[in-house]
């Protein structure tokens, strides 16, 4: 998601030069917004579905899921509403809006990140030291 931020800012500053710009800081900047997002619903869905705490109750895996969805759904609804009231004002604050809801993510995700990052780094080391010892 932070990604997304610097891409904006390029995309605002020179997205008007050319036809072929405007397209291919659109196309890196969808990338950078919806690549977590995808991959976000999917693992944090999977994630849930493994929790103990469902113990296989596929109706309250069903749920969270809808939440979830609804969530993005939600702000998929929001964000072209808040972009046709800006842009009456100016396309800077549509874009200064694009990037303050890519830093709003991008910090939302950053614990659950370096939580996942310090599991799976643990996880590597317990199974290094596993293989030294036999």
């Known amino acids: 998601m932070y990604c997304a931020i610097p891409t904006l ?3 605002r500053a020179y997205g008007s030069i050319s ?3 405007n397209v291919a800081f659109m196309i890196i900047a969808g990338l950078f917004v919806n690549g977590p997002y995808a991959l976000i619903t999917t693992a944090v869905s999977a994630d849930l579905g493994t929790h103990a705490s ?3 109750n596929s109706r309250a895996l069903a749920t969270v899921t809808a939440i979830i969805d ?3 759904s939600a702000g998929a609804a929001i964000g072209p509403l808040l972009t046709g009231y800006l842009s009456t004002q100016s396309w ?3 874009f200064a809006m694009l990037t303050a ?3 709003m993510a991008g910090l939302l995700l950053t614990k659950l990140v370096a939580t996942e990052v310090k599991l799976k780094l643990r996880a590597r080391r317990s199974s290094r030291s596993e293989e030294s010892l036999i």
Do not use: E, P, Q, R
Request: aromatic share 22%; charged share 5%.
């Open 101 to 103: 809801a890519a830093l």
């Open 54 to 56: 469902l113990k296989g």
């Open 92 to 94: 800077s604050t549509v």
């Open 70 to 72: 609804g969530t993005g």
């Open 9 to 11: 800012f390029l995309y």
């Open 19 to 21: 036809l072929f710009w």
